[in-house]
């Protein structure tokens, strides 16, 4: 192969239907992509110390295989514009105070200004069958030094993307779709569901439902993951409803008919649903029926329940974002990947079976 009239030589060189990038250089000469900046910007680094023959290795492979640098990137290589990106695959800005979105927006805006940063919301990204895309032809990610990605959906060809062209990013939220190499930070979902169940059979619950899709986001399905888990490790039954379409009584029916006494919900709004369905068919919660909701309302719901569960770790998330991100671009590596515990909820819908 051929590539900028270079003859390859014992080099994996990349396929010529893409730009080379620095993750390319830094995969096939062995070092990080640090390295390959400062030797690219003909610096020095007081933190990261080059080898001659690790320079003159980087050297090598930047010509053969014809590697050309992004002048904007250089640019920023060698100062930061202190711009950082958001963007959402969903409409999440809040119009009120109480939407799901507003903490993690909260963590992220103090965060940047805690380490001298701006923020750029990235809006103008068009709607392609019903999802918004990153990747368009007035695309303008390279205005920032690097990007938050958030939303419950993102889609993992452009995750894939951003990782082969070198963008820095993190999702806010665990993503494994791209090869697990994205950089993210989670809620610890399998570990807090399994905490809610392993209550729910000490307080003598021996079969239980799971209400939800328990898959398509990481998010449901690390919830269901957690469950299972905890239902095999307790000896205790469970079942796997999904709610999708249908209404709530059809959901309690099949409930009611596997002999359930407790109900975990995925999705906060469709606990309300189906609770004010079994108060209707005279069931009390919790004696008659208990609930637990994993995790905090992600639409409207409207319930004078104080349900038993957890909080997602929000304003935390999004604050850790910008640390990881901030990590990434000034290659001072540490934990690329975190999963932050849940914040378990008491509440007053989860209690001894009736008998």
Do not use: K
């Not at 697990?180 to 809620?187: H, K, L, M, W």
Request: charged content about 25%; proline content about 5%.
């Amino acid at each position: 192969m051929r590539i900028s009239g270079v003859t390859e030589g014992t080099y994996d060189v990349p396929s010529s239907n893409r730009r080379v990038t620095q993750q390319d250089i830094a995969r096939m000469t062995g070092v990080s992509q640090t390295t390959v900046s400062i030797v690219l910007n003909e610096r020095d680094d007081a933190a990261v110390r080059i080898a001659p023959e690790t320079r003159e290795r980087v050297l090598q492979a930047i010509r053969r295989t014809g590697y050309v640098a992004d002048p904007i990137a250089r640019r920023l290589a060698a100062q930061r514009n202190r711009f950082l990106g958001v963007f959402t695959y969903e409409p999440v800005f809040p119009a009120g105070q109480g939407d799901f979105y507003h903490p993690f927006l909260v963590g992220i805006e103090e965060c940047a200004e805690s380490i001298g940063c701006d923020l750029l919301l990235f809006t103008s990204a068009p709607v392609v069958d019903g999802r918004r895309r990153i990747f368009h032809q007035d695309n303008r990610l390279r205005l920032a030094d690097g990007c938050i990605l958030l939303g419950r959906w993102l889609d993992p060809r452009e995750l894939a993307r951003l990782l082969a062209e070198g963008s820095p990013f993190v999702s806010v939220g665990r993503r494994d779709d791209a090869g697990g190499a994205v950089p993210y930070v989670g809620a610890d979902y399998p570990a807090a569901t399994a905490a809610q169940v392993r209550r729910a059979a000490e307080l003598g619950h021996r079969r239980i439902a799971y209400v939800g899709e328990g898959g398509g986001a990481e998010s449901h399905a690390d919830r269901l993951h957690g469950f299972t888990t905890a239902v095999a490790e307790t000896g205790i039954s469970g079942i796997h409803v999904r709610f999708a379409d249908r209404r709530a009584g059809v959901v309690l029916d099949e409930i009611q008919e596997q002999g359930c006494t407790a109900i975990f919900v995925e999705e906060f709004a469709d606990g309300a649903v189906v609770a004010d369905e079994a108060a209707r068919r005279g069931l009390r919660v919790p004696d008659d029926l208990s609930f637990v909701a994993l995790g905090d309302p992600t639409r409207p719901a409207s319930t004078d329940l104080d349900f038993t569960g957890y909080r997602i770790p929000r304003r935390e998330m999004g604050w850790q974002a910008v640390e990881v991100l901030s990590a990434i671009l000034d290659g001072s590596g540490g934990d690329l990947q975190r999963l932050l515990p849940c914040e378990p909820v008491a509440g007053a819908t989860l209690a001894v079976p009736h008998a």
